[in-house]
Nanobody, 115 residues
Framework: QVQLVESGGGLVQPGGSLRLSCAAS????????MGWYRQAPGKERELVAG???????NYGDSVKGRFTISRDNAKNTVYLQMNSLKPEDTAVYYC?????????WGKGTLVTVSS
């Protein structure tokens, strides 16, 4: 069983930055694909960014050039650095692990971008 704990959300002004972290339990983190998704009120959950076990990354179109995903296998942690935040980035952000075809989700952390 994989458990994920997100942290780093909060209130930030437009143009500001936040760094989200997701700590995963288990010793097989290094072979898992990791990702961040988000869900805004009234909208479907969408992919923000993903990183494979080999370190290849992909991003949603709306965050390209502003967000960066990274992972530290030694710490079983994946990060999402969010810069130049916009009000439309406001959402609950969820950490996801795809381990051998099985999805695991964190409980989410709220990011609010507002002046």
């Amino acid at each position: 069983q994989v458990q994920l704990v997100e942290s780093g959300g909060g209130l930030v002004q437009p143009g500001g930055s936040l760094r989200l972290s997701c700590a995963a339990s288990g010793s097989i983190f290094s072979i898992a694909a990791m990702g961040w998704y988000r869900q805004a009120p009234g909208k479907e959950r969408e992919l923000v960014a993903g990183v494979t076990a080999l370190g290849y990354t992909n991003y949603g179109d709306s965050v390209k050039g502003r967000f960066t995903i990274s992972r530290d296998n030694a710490k079983n942690t994946v990060y999402l650095q969010m810069n130049s935040l916009k009000p439309e980035d406001t959402a609950v952000y969820y950490c996801n692990v795809d381990l051998l075809g099985v999805d695991y989700w964190g409980k989410g952390t709220l990011v609010t971008v507002s002046s």
